[in-house]
């Protein structure tokens, strides 16, 4: 029987751990062809796609980012093969299944919940005896009606099959993330979220786990993320998987985590700070909401001082970045609260804040009690709220304009020195620069248009020319400094107009290279001669001491000059600067 597992990709990079599990369990029962896609193909090519396999099972793996174009496909499928057995599965589908199976009658069965098991199931069934009745935990249609059997007990991890070692995704594995779970369940129950359903946390086992990473970065795996819902719950655990990854990583190997970080022991902090290479981890720390009555009506324990501490020393250790999430629209938080939020996580300097809107899950506590507080969402996925009784959207446009910048111009890490200047002495708080800003943004229609990276300190500039900000001139030597440092070849044609006339940047090149020492030792240490220093190098007047900036964070007025070197054997930019007398 010709049975092909298949999704649609947010992007080419994602993979699909779902359907490989299916896969893996089916084995060798049935030899399950997997099929990967992404929401931006063309419906039509995905169908042609399928329907030339000859299938006779396609079972699809549902979420809120694919749900609509999977539907898409469905329809066309059955119309294409009436005959085509269709079956759906995961966290979109296994809610409201009931609603789903009305909607959507190309489908003709659906799997809820943990599927490995079931799926196999289902399999036998379709090919022999037609018995569906005795599968558990599965919607089909029988008379015209619609049957939901139920649910079986949760499956022991440990027996599982590893999804991870198939031979058609050895050639991809260094170029898309690799999705890995060593345990499934939350021991929380944050009421927004679909894995607060599900009591307990049960685990793999490890050393399975230790031998699949192995495999998978002997096959060229770079990026492995684990989808653990608390990767840290158990602090033993954690730190034997993390000592496993610190001893045994192959060299370029990017781990990532989701963490909770009120419950990290310090001990277990200094130990990655001691141990851990630069670079190997990366954290994501759900914060969500800061205010205390919010997080109590969605039943999520938080303490954010110890929060703090934990993020806080990990950054202090430079060796892990950290990506922290932010969700706008949880009861209760109006406009003004969530500007607090915003701002006590900022305060926190994280490499990447990720700001989003709430969106009521099917199956989640949230969605099932909307009307407490009056929330209005969309009726389609992803469900993202509207309006509730103290957020109008109003505000959630005001905020959405904050999201816009925020990504441009922090987590993107296009001019650290120039942002963290203006929300530190120039706007009142980190939020009112970029709402303020997002504001503008949208009023000049550039969120309709695209830009390049001069056009991003062009339209900077743009806003703080029209808010008449003061000390302008430092903000532009900041802007400078951050375009330069960025770019490891040296630009054509930067987005200011240029300091120094051509004789007058002669004269200067002149005197560098005969006293190299007053850009200091390190400069002197490159050796550049006066032709190198034309061909690789930048001049750039500055109203303040550039050096004391970058030493103390403070500015003292007095003009300076920037030299950028754009080093052509390494592709990297070192900064200098002097003092003009």
């Excluded at 403070?554 to 003009?559: A, G, R, T, V």
């Amino acid at each position: 029987m010709n049975v092909i597992c298949s999704t649609l990709n947010a992007k080419f990079i994602h993979t699909n751990l779902a359907i490989r599990c299916l896969k893996a369990y089916a084995a060798p029962d049935f030899n399950i062809q997997i099929k990967e896609y992404t929401i931006k193909d063309p419906i039509l090519n995905i169908v042609t796609d399928l329907y030339q396999q000859k299938p006779k099972v396609i079972g699809f793996s549902c979420y809120i980012w694919n749900i609509e174009e999977t539907i898409k496909v469905v329809n066309l499928l059955k119309k294409v093969d009436p005959s085509l057995v269709i079956v759906l599965g995961g966290p979109e589908v296994t809610y409201d299944t009931r609603e789903w199976m009305e909607k959507v009658p190309e489908v003709d069965f659906i799997v809820m919940g943990e599927g490995e098991q079931t799926f196999k199931q289902l399999l036998t069934e379709i090919q022999n005896n037609h018995n569906f009745k005795k599968v558990p935990g599965i919607a089909l249609r029988e008379n015209q009606q619609i049957v939901i059997t139920p649910q079986m007990n949760k499956l022991d991890l440990k027996e599982l099959p590893s999804p991870y070692r198939f031979p058609e995704d050895i050639s991809n594995l260094g170029k898309r993330v690799t999705y890995i779970e060593t345990s499934r369940g939350c021991p929380f129950s944050c009421q927004f979220c679909l894995s607060s359903i599900e009591v307990g946390v049960r685990y793999f086992d490890r050393e399975k786990i230790k031998e699949d990473i192995r495999y998978l970065m002997a096959n060229g795996a770079k990026t492995i993320k684990f989808v653990d819902r608390t990767f840290n719950i158990s602090r033993s655990y954690a730190m034997e998987m993390f000592r496993f990854l610190i001893d045994e990583h192959l060299p370029g190997t990017v781990f990532q985590f989701e963490i909770t970080a009120d419950i990290m022991r310090p001990e277990v902090i200094e130990f990655l700070n001691q141990e851990a290479p630069k670079g190997l981890f990366r954290f994501e720390i759900g914060v969500q909401s800061t205010n205390d009555f919010t997080n109590e009506l969605v039943m999520r324990k938080q303490n954010f001082s110890k929060l703090t501490r934990t993020v806080s020393m990990v950054k202090e250790g430079r060796k892990i970045d950290q990506h922290l999430d932010l969700i706008a629209g949880l009861p209760e938080e109006d406009y003004a609260s969530f500007r607090k939020t915003f701002n006590d996580v900022f305060e926190l300097r994280p490499e990447e804040l990720q700001l989003g809107f709430l969106k009521m899950l099917r199956g989640t506590g949230v969605r099932l009690r909307a009307d407490d507080h009056k929330y209005i969402y969309m009726d389609h996925s992803p469900y993202e709220i509207l309006s509730n009784n103290v957020l109008s959207f109003d505000d959630i446009v005001r905020i959405k304009q904050v999201e816009d910048v925020l990504e441009k111009y922090w987590n993107d890490h296009r001019m650290d020195a120039t942002v963290e200047y203006l929300i530190t002495n120039v706007f009142p708080s980190p939020f009112d620069f970029f709402q303020e800003f997002g504001s503008f943004w949208e009023s000049q229609g550039w969120s309709r248009i695209g830009h390049q990276l001069e056009d991003l300190f062009r339209r900077l500039y743009t806003f703080l020319e029209h808010q008449d900000v003061a000390e302008l001139d430092v903000i532009v030597g900041l802007m400078k400094y951050d375009y330069l440092l960025k770019h490891k070849f040296k630009p054509r044609k930067p987005w200011w107009e240029a300091s120094f006339n051509k004789e007058k940047r002669t004269q200067i090149y002149k005197q560098i290279s005969e006293h190299p020492f007053i850009l200091g030792d390190s400069f002197v240490e490159l050796g550049l001669d006066e032709k190198e220093l034309f061909k690789h190098t930048m001049l750039e007047e500055l109203t303040f001491d550039l050096s004391e900036f970058l030493t103390s964070g403070k500015i003292f007025k007095h003009p300076s000059c920037l030299l950028a070197y754009f080093d052509p054997m390494n592709s990297r930019t070192q900064i200098f600067s002097y003092l003009e007398k």
